[in-house]
């Protein structure tokens, strides 16, 4: 029997010195594992006489049981001493400021703003959203829209083209969103009223001309538009957008080859010093160019001009966002400067709407 109370002896101290959970599992292992003190013990029995084995066999299974369950106990008391250290070094500093969440912490751009923006005004006054590709053909970029071959209006556009096919035609980056309205007229049967914002191409790089940029088309087509109701649609989405109650408009003679008559549109301001105002004042800036659709363009798109009649207009994403929101050089707009997003931009859930306010 004493080999049995030394061995509770040992292993109890042992037990009680094991300072954390891993050494506490070494005394177990080292006690009631496969190769264990207690386990050894265990392996003797086999080589005893029967009546030997029952009382050497009860006082060893006992001595296991009391081993397992100090061993228990201690892991215990560890387990506790563990979570309170952890508690203890893991407290939370509550007064410590909040970190800003994803969604507040980014920016929405101020073109996407004023692309939300612009296409809220139009959605409201009834208009529908066209798109197409960046990437046109010739034809609708140029000769639907009543660009004759080798006519200068195309050399004006400063045209990036793709080589050439076998055939010899070349597909080009589109030059402005103009070929949106060929592409809906070919498709849809009028009454037509849409607007197709997106991105366009030339070779032009300067303060004011970035060599991809935005447009924002709007095209009417039905059998009693006229340059009247353009007029209105546009005075009111001047007002809406620059969100002032008056805006003076000045309607001057101009030429696109796809409008007749055709106008370009300046809109009346006041620069002091560092501050544009709209609606007021002694300069003019230009916005945009317009005009009823030539009947040329309507025939080449499948409308009868006998029937139908209507008016478009294209004008710069880009510049209209400089004009409201202040932004001096255009190329600042694509050079993806967290600085200036942080600057510029506009939080992600003030998400423009008439009646909650474009920009506020
Ligand atoms: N496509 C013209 C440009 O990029 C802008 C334009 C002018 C569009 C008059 C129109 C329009 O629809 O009627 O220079």
Redesign the pocket.
Known sequence: MADIEILEQELTGAVDNAGDEAALEAVRVAALGKNGAVTALLKTLGAMSPDERKTRGASINMLKDRVAAVINARREVLKSAALDVRLASETIDVTLPLREAPAEAGRIHPLSQVWDEVTTIFADMGFAVAEGPDIETDDYNFTRLNFPEGHPAREM?DTFYFNPKEDGSRLLLR????PV?VRTMLSKTPPIRVICPGR?YRSDSDQTHTPMFH?V???VIDKSSHLGHLKWILHEFCKAFFEVDNVNMRFRPSF?P??EP?LEVDIQCRRDKNEIRFGEGEDWLEI????M?HSNVLKLCGIDPEVYQG?????GIDRIAMLKYGIADLRQLFEGDVRWLNHYGFRPLEIPTLAGGLST
Not at 288 to 291: E, F, I, K, M, P
């Open positions: 556009h030059t402005h969103t103009s309205q366009t447009q088309e709007g095209l696109f796809f409008t055709s945009l160019g317009c005009g659709v008016f478009a207009w294209g004008m």
